[in-house]
Each structure stands twice: as C-alpha cells, then as structure tokens.
C-alpha cells in the first residue's frame, strides 16, 4: 500500500496570503512545494568571476589623468607649470573623493549600495564631460573636484557590494584583491591615454575620447546598468534609516577645509589670512564632529563605536600616513622626472609600465597573504618599501638613467598601496557587521585618498618654503620626499607597535551575523532555519 509523506512548513512574513490558515501540506510528487534548507550563515553570494570583471577602472584612470599631465594641463590653462603651482591639479580630484567617500557609504546602506553606485557613476560621467570645455584653470580645477564627488560616491558601494554580498574567506580575498587591482592598471592607462593626446592632438580630445569609446558616457551606462542587472537584486541593510545630515555637513566641511588650506598654501604661502583661516576653521569644524556623532546624532554618518575595535585608531594613522607617503613619492618622481629631465607625459607613463605589472601582483600577493601571515606585518610590507621608494629619489642625482634609481623606486612604489589597502579593508570589513560594511568601506577609502590629497599638500608647502628660501628647485624636492621617508617610517612605527590584527582563515559569515539576507526581498532567514532544524 502506497503511503504520502506529509511534512508541514510554517509561513512567515508571506506577501499576500491566499488563505487564512498557518500552514499548509504540500504532497511530495511533482510538482511540489519544496523547502530549502539553508545554512544561517550563508548570506547573499554572488558569482565571484562576474564581480571580479566590475571593478570600477574609471576612477583610477581618470584621477592619474591630471596626476601624470598636471604640468602639461597648467601650461594649457595658462598657469604656472612649476611645483606649487600644479598641484591642484593632481590634488582636487582626490580631496573631493576622498571627503564624499566617508558619507556615501551610509547613503548605500539607506537606499541600496547599488543603487548609490548608479548615481555616482552618473555624476562621475557628466563632470568628466564637463571637464572637455573649461577654459581657464579654476574653472578645470572645479571640474575636477564635481568629478572627484562621483568617484567618491561610486568607489565605497562597489566594495561594500563586494563585502556585503561575498562572505569573508578565499573569494573575497580575491574580489578585494581584483578591485584593489584596478588602481594600478587604472593609473597606468590614465597616464598612458593622456601622453597620447598632449602629444598628437589637443587636451580636449582626451576626456572626449574617455567619454566616447570604452569609457564613453555610453559605455559607462552600459557598464552601469550590467552591474543593476547581473547582480542579485540590492535590497538596502537598513531601509528607512537616516541620513545625519548635520555629520555630513561638519564631517565634509572639516576634511575639504583642511586639505584646501594645504593645498593652497604651496602657491600662496601661509602669510595670507585665507589659508590659516580655513586650517583654524577645518580643526573647529572636525571637533564639532565628533561631539555631534558621539552625543547628538541619533544615526551618526560615522559611528564613533568603531574606533573601539582593537587597533583600529592606530590603522587609521597608518592607513594616512601610508598613503600620503605613497602620493608624495609619485609625484616628486613624475615632477624631477618632467621638469629636471624633460620628459613628456607619454615617456613618464612608459617609465610607469612597472605599474601595469607589479601593482596587480602585488595585490593578488596580498589576498595570498592574508589568510597566512598577520596583517601588521602585511602592511608593514608595504610601508617599509616606501621607505626605500621615497630615499631613492631623494638621493638621486639631477641627470642619472632611468634604470639606476627611478625605476628600482617606481617599481618598489608599486607594491605599497596594494599591501596597505586589502589588509586594512579586509581588517575593517571582517571586524564589523554586515550592516555597517558600506561605513567600514567608506572610512578606509577616506584615509587612502585623503591622504593622497594631503601628502601632495603637506610636501608642496614644504617644497614651496624651501625652494623660496635657497632659490634651489632641487633642494625643495628632495626636502619634500625626505618628509615623505619620515611620515613612512612613523607609520611602519605606529603598524608594529600598536597594530594587533591575527591572521585571517575565515571562510564564511560568523554564525554570530544574524542579518542574512534573502535575495530580493531583504528579510532576515536566520530564525526561520534555526526552527526548521530544531524541528
């Protein structure tokens, strides 16, 4: 005698019931209602090969574009080519994507990360766009900065997209480490791209053409809308939440005040009231900060908590004193290689080509790293070879080969922010919940790019005093990478000393992260599973 298995599944949160009951008997014959027993730990996953060829590459080629060109692009809009003068150029894209990425992360977590990764890409479009048709200097500078705020909104959802939706272990090692990669390719080609049309057409052409081939407004929307569409369906962590806009404000004013006024004083020195004023109101502005986003904000844009993970305040100066370290070395190098030795643009991006190389090696290291040698010593990798990067240069005579000391610094150069950035990503992310990953993003995208932005700032006020005082251009370069070699080395100090961050073997969320989510709809699966196998 035949017999029917007869098993019996408790609904929850079902949209619009077809029936009043709470239960309902399915038979187990096709077609059937099946139960899908899922691990509680699993999370939302996606298909780590199509993440990996997402990274955004826009970004980094667009920011090397002014860093590779900034002399050429001060001589063409009729500024003042020498050091202290071009600055901005190489400065204003990095200021404004590194202040609106602390901010941006939270917007994701409220309207979706994919969704604020469309907007910032759009943004990022038309002020690249813009960028084709200033005439003058400032106007180019603003541009720049209008497109910075794009790339800044865009760059901490697409890791948060990476560190939401892959869970902690080999693949999302390797994702960090595809996205980490973007950074030295993006900048070789930035580079490459702007050699190539300074030098057989005009300056224009250069954002059109990024605009109207792979990197066209067309292509960028195709590209963007391929991110909506072959990925899960983004459900916000924590729809209906707030946005503190009175953090925002104070958060972006201190951090865009501050950088302005280091950035300016190279050309204008600290004798003006302007320059000290917004350095005296960017410091006010930050205290107020922390006040209100540690007594006053209900959902802080930056939730102060962080700070009390173990080592973390001390990853924070690391992290910025790395990266300035990091922006200081590249620009003197492009700068001694340009202004001393007459090379062109297109000669200083193939002087560059080790970036194409050994930065996406030196990233794909690091994920390998990870899981096996403790992250302190990683960054400590990383830091230490800037230390030599920096006192190659400085060291270096005014005429030598390339071969001598520029390209054993530039390639030693190469390594440092990949190592730096995936440990301290992947320490902050694996340290935090999954609802508070756009944040953690956010906070380490902040640190790598303002501190690019204040390094050149700091060093070319230390270059403009110097060569002002000795009438000698040589002797401010090298007092300029010389504070680089010192900011590396209180950093490598600071990483030893104070970072304690084990090695991490995780594979998969901790059964501790309550907050899975199912694909598409956002509700929590955790206790619905739990009952399940306690039945």
């Not at 702007?194 to 005009?202: A, C, D, K, P, S």
Request: with cysteine; proline share 5%; charged share 10%.
């Amino acid at each position: 005698m035949s017999t029917t298995q007869v098993t019996t599944i408790e609904l929850t949160e079902l949209p619009d019931p077809a029936h009043d009951g709470k239960s309902i008997s399915t038979v187990f014959h096709p077609p059937s209602l099946q139960a899908v027993h899922a691990e509680p730990t699993a999370g939302r996953t996606i298909d780590p090969p199509r993440e990996f060829g997402l990274a955004p590459f826009h970004g980094f080629i667009s920011n090397f574009t002014t860093v590779a060109g900034g002399f050429d692009f001060s001589e063409k809009l009729g500024r003042e080519a020498g050091p202290g003068q071009a600055n901005w150029l190489a400065a204003a894209y990095s200021l404004t994507q590194g202040a609106f990425v602390l901010i941006s992360g939270r917007f994701g977590t409220i309207y979706g990360h994919q969704t604020t990764l469309l907007i910032g890409g759009a943004i990022f479009t038309l002020f690249s766009l813009v960028n084709a048709f200033c005439d003058n200097h400032m106007a180019f500078v603003a541009a720049r900065a209008l497109t910075g705020v794009g790339g800044g909104i865009l760059m901490p959802n697409a890791v948060a997209i990476i560190t939401v939706m892959i869970p902690p272990g080999h693949w999302r090692n390797i994702a960090m480490g595809c996205f980490g990669a973007s950074a030295p390719i993006g900048g070789f080609f930035g580079a490459l791209l702007t050699g190539i049309f300074l030098e057989r057409t005009h300056w224009r052409w250069l954002f059109i053409f990024l605009l109207r081939l792979s990197f066209s407004a067309a292509s960028q929307a195709v590209t963007l809308a391929g991110i909506f569409f072959s990925m899960p369906k983004d459900e916000p962590l924590d729809k209906g939440g707030k946005i503190d806009y009175v953090g925002a404000i104070l958060g972006l004013g201190s951090l865009i005040l501050f950088s302005f006024a280091w950035n300016q004083a190279p050309s204008s020195g600290w004798k003006g009231p302007a320059e000290i004023t917004c350095l005296i109101v960017s410091i006010l502005l930050f205290g107020l900060f922390l006040i209100w986003e540690g007594n006053f904000a209900k959902e802080p844009v930056m939730p102060l908590f962080i700070f009390k993970t173990p080592s973390f305040s001390a990853l924070v100066l690391v992290v910025t004193l790395s990266y300035m370290s990091f922006a200081i070395s590249q620009w003197y190098t492009i700068t001694w290689l340009q202004t001393q030795r007459h090379w062109s643009v297109l000669e200083t991006a193939v002087g560059y080509t080790p970036f194409l190389v050994v930065g996406p090696l030196s990233v794909f290291l690091a994920a390998w790293l990870l899981p096996r040698l403790a992250a302190q010593w990683i960054m400590a990798m990383g830091i230490g070879v800037l230390v030599v990067a920096n006192m190659l240069v400085a060291t270096m005579p005014v005429q030598q080969t390339y071969w001598a000391q520029a390209f054993p610094a530039i390639v030693l150069s190469c390594l440092s922010p990949d190592f730096v950035y995936v440990a301290a990503q992947l320490i902050v992310s694996n340290s935090v919940g999954r609802k508070y990953q756009g944040v953690a993003g956010s906070l380490i995208g902040t640190l790598n790019l303002y501190g690019n932005s204040l390094g050149i700032g700091v060093s070319g006020t230390i270059d403009g005093q110097i060569s002002r005082n000795t009438h000698d251009q040589i002797r401010g370069f090298r007092a300029a990478l010389y504070f680089g070699f010192a900011v590396a080395i209180v950093a490598i100090a600071l990483d030893v000393l104070f970072v304690r961050v084990p090695k991490d073997n995780r594979e998969g969320w901790d059964s501790s992260e309550e907050d899975s989510l199912i694909i598409g709809t956002g509700r929590s699966i955790a206790p619905a599973i739990s009952s399940t196998h306690r039945r």
